[in-house]
């Protein structure tokens, strides 16, 4: 039983049904597209991130590549929110739509990011290619649409004919829509 946008429930068997629904797209190997979370939900946890940011609090930068974000767990939301997300949704369909990269998750990072538009010298501007140290990633655009938002894929680090001066798979997500890849794709 799935509760699509609208609330409508649906009931499906298959991968395909959920294709069949727009609920599922598969960009390219190992690359899929799908919603995850509702436009209330999104703009709750927006709210929730400008309180955090406005308090003054201490926050740890989510990782070495963005300064201006936030890790979940530092607003409490790992226990109640993150983990039974992961356990009882993420977990199960990165088992089965990237079998080759995980059999089970067993940890997550959660966290948000912020680019800002204006060159200022002390913003966030562009995420440098990379490869996540995961075995799956799940982006979630929660903020809407905005140029420059896109995130592009070449392919996975091991792949040795991969080519990342050609132009790759740029992906503008929808909000509250997320994308799913192994943690190795470039």
């Known amino acids: 039983q799935v509760v699509a946008a609208g609330g409508r429930s649906l009931s499906i068997d298959t ?3 959920l294709e069949e629904h727009g609920l599922l797209t598969q960009l390219r190997g190992g690359v899929w597209t799908f919603p995850v979370l509702s436009d209330s939900f999104c ?11 406005g308090s003054g609090l201490p926050r740890t930068a989510p990782n070495t590549m963005n300064r201006f974000g936030v890790i979940l767990g530092e607003l ?7 983990a039974p997300m ?6 199960p369909i990165a ?7 995980t059999a089970g998750l067993d940890s997550f990072r959660a966290f948000t990011v912020l680019y800002d538009a204006v060159e200022d010298g002390d913003s966030d501007r562009e995420l440098a290619l990379h490869y996540d140290n995961a075995e799956v990633t799940l982006n979630v655009n929660i903020g809407g649409m905005w140029a420059g938002g ?26 509250g829509w997320g994308v799913l890849h192994a943690g190795l794709d470039l």
């Open 150 to 175: 896109q995130v592009v894929f070449y392919g996975l680090a091991t792949d040795p004919n991969v080519d990342t001066t050609r132009g790759g798979l740029e992906v503008t997500l929808k909000r």
């Open 76 to 82: 409490g939301l790992d226990t109640g929110l993150i």
């Open 43 to 53: 703009d709750l946890l927006e709210g929730e991130l400008q309180h955090f940011l």
């Open 86 to 91: 992961v356990d009882s949704y993420l977990d």
């Open 95 to 101: 088992r089965c739509l990237l079998s080759d990269h």
């Open 15 to 17: 991968l395909e049904e």
